[in-house]
Structure formats: structure tokens, C-alpha cells
């Protein structure tokens, strides 16, 4: 872990000199890892399970329907201003318009949550994200344009014969898997506190993006929003272990919980 | 005729570009007379590439321009400027594709779908999205280009008009890769590849053969899956195209069927 680092992007991507370089051997072994300790709790069951984000930090079963459909809509349209953000534009006092801009390319069962939101209930949403956004522009301040970066980016990873599908979904990735280092580096933005759930969330990232691209990414990086505070960890085996080993007990207790 | 599945590392695209096999070419007028029996079967007006194979010759619904949807074709013509030297980065080649397309949506003289026109009248919050899109798109295949040397280029897609207002075939492409006097075409999807992801391969193959006047398909049609890290690959042999061939001749009997059925 990186203590007290002076800000979030150079702590992320470091000093480009002292990079380690990539390891193919790494992302193989880390396969090679989860499907052992996925037989160790599967065993030859031809179960399917799907592991996704919401089911790592283990939020798939929050009772307060209401609640989670709020920090649901929040996290879609902070990961929407995020985007605006790093296409130059400034979201911060512009909730509304990124609101609208949001909901026409919506998936269909989060646009329905939209719609049936009470006015008085979406007005408070919006200015709840306006001040994410607010804080979020000055976490990341401007990134430098040769900077390769990826925006929601998305991944869905088959392993043990295509009956464990990991999805996955980063807010922002840095860097190129083509360099002979390792340059990848993942952010995502969440809107509550810190806390164990983001940190597996963190882990699950980078074990993703290795089984994805078959090199370890560099670093991987949470930001709390409505916080500001943000966890970093260097990707190493120990790493991608917990994470492997993570993935295994949700499938224990049956996917997506 | 060979499908082949991969995981997408790097090294990949090189090892699939550097073993690729001369493509096959067409005997002489079956071009022709393939794209004439498919404007009859298709009874009219339409167009088949890989959707249509892929989704058994059912025709998409109505179409509206989105940042993801426009992030193709905006990210071609960054790319093309970056690889052009125009400018030094994604993000720059980006903003300035916009502003073209802006410009001629600003003229009026686009039609009122198009993406130039969409753009136009994007808001602030619109053209970041856009932009945010495009330059993923960008850096996702450099990535995937970044393993096969300098030599690659941003592709247009494959067309083949039957007749004016007739049928359309159209082979989506992305990047062409010249090796040793062959072309390896890498077409780039989204998500993760269905069951049919194969025949849709082997279809943008048969058009992508079709489209050329030497009837030369390409050595190596690669469909890569950078979201789920998978690379499907088909190779431009006879027996591949003649099967893109015939999925393409089902898909416009299809279209052609429904039209009668309307």
C-alpha cells in the first residue's frame, strides 16, 4: 500500500522509469489459480455463475430497495460525469444536463428506475451529484492528452469451461498492455466510504484485467466520491490471489449474491 | 476452413498476422452472379453484414446515434489522423473530427440522421461523452494494432451495392495489417462472442472478397473481443468463403421471406 501519496494520478502512475516488466507467466498462473480454487469449491458442477461487481463488495442482497436504487442511480451518474470529466467537459453545477444525457443511452431497467423517480427525490439526487462531481474534478484534475485512458471500461471473462462469467466494469484505465512494462493502471469511482467491500472491489479489478489481457495491470485505485479519499495497492501474485480466492467463495455460496 | 479461438495477449495479433495464408479468389464472374442472386432473393432495398447473419436476417430497430455508437466512427478518423502524423495524440485527432463533423453539420447540407448532424447539436455534456468514447476506442485499438508493427492502417468498411437502391453487403473493418504482400483484416466488437459469431466472421470474409476487383479475399479475417479478451479468427480460404457465401445467400432468402410475409 502507498501512503499519504501527494495525488491521485501521480501516485497512481508513479515514476514511468522504475516499472517492473510485464510478466506473461503472472496472468497464466493467475488463471490457472482461480480455476484450481474454483474446482475446490465447484467440484465437477456444471453450475453456472455470474460474478459481478455489485456481488464482491457484497451489495446484490441490500434489503432497502429504495436505497439501493438512490446509490444505484448516484453511482451511474457519477461514472457518467466521470466520463465528461476526462472528455474536457465540466459537469460540476450541470446534474441536469448530464442527467438527460444519461438517460438516452440508459440500460432499460436503470432508465425505468430513473423514470419512476419522484421529482423532489431526483432534485435532491442531482445536487447530491453535482457535489461528487464537484470533489471528483479536483481528485483527478486534467489529464496530460498523450495518455492512453479508457473510460467505462467494461469486461466479461469466462473461466472453468465458460460456466464462471466475471463481468466487470472500471471507470477509468490508464496505459497500454503493448509496452514491455507494466503500465496499466485502473481507477474506479464509488459513491460511499471506503470500507472492505471497495477494497475487494479493488482487487477484483486488477484479477479482471489480468485474466482479460493477460498481463497484471500496474496499480488499481478506488476513489470514494462523496469523500475524496481514495485506496491504492500495487498489483502483485498476493494480490491476485485474495482476489482469486474471493471469486471462489461468492461461487461457494452461489454467484451473484 | 478453420475458426480459430484465442485469448487475446500481447502477441496474439502478431502470431495471427505473421502465419496467415494468401487468401483465396473468386473464379471469374461468380462475383457477379453471387451479388445478383442476393439482390433477387432479397426482394429490394436492405443491407446484410454480420448483424444479420448473427441475428438470423432479422433487421435492427430503429437506429439513434449515441456516444458508444459514434465512438467508431469518430475514433477512425482520430486514428487515421494520428497515424497520419496531423496531429500527437487520440484525444487531439478526436477533438479535431469533431469539429469537422460540426462544421458539416453546421452547413446543413447532411442529412438530418447523420452523425455529422448529431453531433452538431450536442450540448457540452453530449460532446464529452463523445469525446470520452472515441478516445477509449482509440486506445483500445492501438492497444491490439500495438503488437503487429507499424504498418497497419485504419480500414473503411467493405461495400457492395447490387444495383442503385438495391441490396447492400457490408463488411465492417477496422484495421488492415499488410504482411508479405498479403492484407489481415481485424474487425473489433464489443461484449463477448455469441454462438454466431463465426458465421458472422466468415460473412464480412465472403463480402470482403467481394468487394475487391480481384476477388482476392483477405489472408486473415481476426474478430477481436477486447472486453472479454478473446480473438475469433477465420482464415480467406476457399471453403470459408464459400460458407460466408452461403450464410449470406439465407440471410437475404430471410429478408427476402419477410418482405413477402409484409
Redesign the interface.
Known sequence: MIDAPPSLLSALRGDPGRRPA?D?AL?AGVRALLEDELFAVLGDSPRRLVVTPASVRGLAGVADITASRRARLRGALVG?GL?????????AG?AS??W??WI??APAPLAALAVDLPSPERQRLLEVVDEDLAALARAIGVLP??W???????????VRAGTVVLRDAVDL?LG????ATRDVVLLDVVTSPLGEGTARLRDYHALVET?????APLRTAILSAPTAEWSIADVDFALLARAARHVADIAAEGGAR | MSLRVE?????TMDRLVADASPGAVLPEGAAARLVGRLDELARGAGTLDAWAIEHAGHVGADFAW???RARRRVGHGALARVRGGRV?????GV?DELDDLRARGATGQVHPRSLAAWVHGL???????????A??WC??V??LA??VGASWRVATDAVVRSRPGGLVLRARRDLVIPHEGRSVVVRVR???PGPSAGPGLRAELAVAALARADGRAPARLIGAW????LALSVDGDEAAVRAGARDLLRAARRLGGARLAA
Do not use: F, K, M, N
Open positions: 510485464a506473461p496472468g457518467t466520463r465528461v470529466i476526462l472528455g474536457g467537459g465540466r459537469p450541470r444536463a448530464l438527460a444525457s438516452s443511452e492528452s498523450s492512453a485512458r479508457r473510460t467505462g471500461a467494461r469486461a466479461e471473462v469466462r484505465v497500454s498492455t503493448r509496452v485474466l482479460r489481457t493477460g498481463v | 485469448r487475446l495477449t500481447p502477441g449515441t456516444a458508444r500527437a495524440s487520440a484525444v487531439d477533438a450540448d457540452e455534456v453530449g460532446t464529452a461523452l463523445v469525446t470520452a468514447a478516445v477509449a486506445a483500445e492501438d492497444d500495438g503488437g464489443s461484449g463477448h477486447p472486453e472479454a479478451g
